[in-house]
């Protein structure tokens, strides 16, 4: 079974900060994991991922996420937050293992409140 | 990137009628689309997976007779709310997968459903 923690429901920043997004994962194999965004009323997107390779990934927006297989952990991070980056964020995670292509595994969201 | 595109973002219809909502990817073949309701500041709750061709896979607790998901192409797939009650007002949201990916999922906007 594959699970997913994202310990933090609310995350506030202020302007220009450095922003962190923490999420944790439990995966029997490998783990392919995800972030998402999702404004208002909308759908999500897709902001990056880590399947293999360097442990630092770039992704949308600029941000990045870094995988920490022994901490088993892939927080989300930015170095200096916008007004605009207010918005509910998903960490997902899907096994290697898993052969139904696709189906992952999603935290419970993290509100995050960039203040001017 | 690859576009999903959801119809209709809002229906509004009256307890005991029929709604259908429409996923589509305009530019990938999804060879796998996925359904959620969202509740509130909640998270997405899976209800069910659609491969193109086959009978879609519903989660535990999720009834097959009042949702109903046709996946009829590499493009299309629908969700039917079957005799909606008021109960079943909620944001629905679709996602496909594209055939080779590493399964990250794009997602459609969303449908916000209230049955009176």
Redesign the interface.
Known sequence: AQSVAQPEDQVNVAEGNPLTVKCTYSVSGNP?L?W?VQYP??????LL?Y?TGDNLVKGSYGFEAEFNKSQTSFHLKKPSALVSDSALY?C?V?DTHNT?????T????T?LTVKP | ?AV?S?HPSWVICKSGTSVKIECRSLDFQA??M?WYRQFP????M?MA?SNEGSKA?YEQGVEKDKFLINHASLTLSTLTVTSAHPEDSS?Y?C???ERGT?????????S?LTVL
């Open positions: 392919y995800f998402y009323n909308r759908g999500l997107q897709f991922k399947i998903f997902a899907r139904n292509a696709g189906k992952s999603f935290g419970d969201g509100t | 990137g999903v959801q060879t796998t996925f500041k909640q998270s997405l899976l997976t896979t944001f949201i996602s496909a997968t590493t399964g990250e999922l794009f997602f459609g906007e969303g916000r």
